[in-house]
Nanobody, 124 residues
C-alpha cells in the first residue's frame, strides 16, 4: 500500500496551494480519505475528510471556508485545495485512508494507512 502526497511548498500569506495524494495497493473505494497536519512541536491534527463516494466532506473549524477536500475515484487520488493560507497553516500535511466501516472518526490512531507527508510553509 502506498499513499504518495505532493504539492507542498513555500508560499506567502493569502496564497493558495493544491495538495494531491495518489493511493495505490488497496481498493480505493473501500476507504474514506482524509488530510491531517503536524506543525513543529505539536501533535498531528485532523484537517478534513471525504467519504469513499466523494461526498460529505468534513473540516476542522479553523480551515472551514478556506480549504476544500475532494477525490477522483477514477484516478485513486484525493486532493486538498487550500486558499487564503495563513502562517498558522504551516505544517507537514499527511493524507490518510480509513476503512469505510469507521466513518466519522477524526482520531489519527484510527486511520489504517498514511502517506509520507508534504511540507507547507506559509510566510507572513
Amino acid at each position: 500500500v502506498q499513499l504518495q502526497a505532493s504539492g507542498g511548498g513555500l508560499v506567502q500569506s493569502g496564497d493558495s496551494l493544491r495538495l494531491s495524494c495518489v493511493v495505490s495497493g488497496l481498493p480505493f473505494v473501500s476507504y474514506h480519505t482524509a488530510w491531517f497536519r503536524q506543525a513543529p512541536g505539536k501533535e498531528r491534527e485532523f484537517v478534513a475528510i471525504i467519504n469513499r463516494y466523494s461526498a460529505n466532506p468534513n473540516y476542522e473549524d479553523s480551515v472551514k471556508g478556506r480549504f476544500s477536500i475532494s477525490r477522483d475515484n477514477a484516478k485513486n487520488t484525493v486532493y486538498l485545495q487550500m486558499n487564503s493560507l495563513k502562517p498558522g497553516d504551516t505544517a507537514v500535511y499527511y493524507c490518510a485512508a480509513l476503512f469505510y466501516a469507521r466513518w466519522g472518526t477524526r482520531g489519527a490512531a484510527d486511520y489504517d494507512y498514511w502517506g509520507q507527508g508534504t511540507l507547507v510553509t506559509v510566510s507572513s
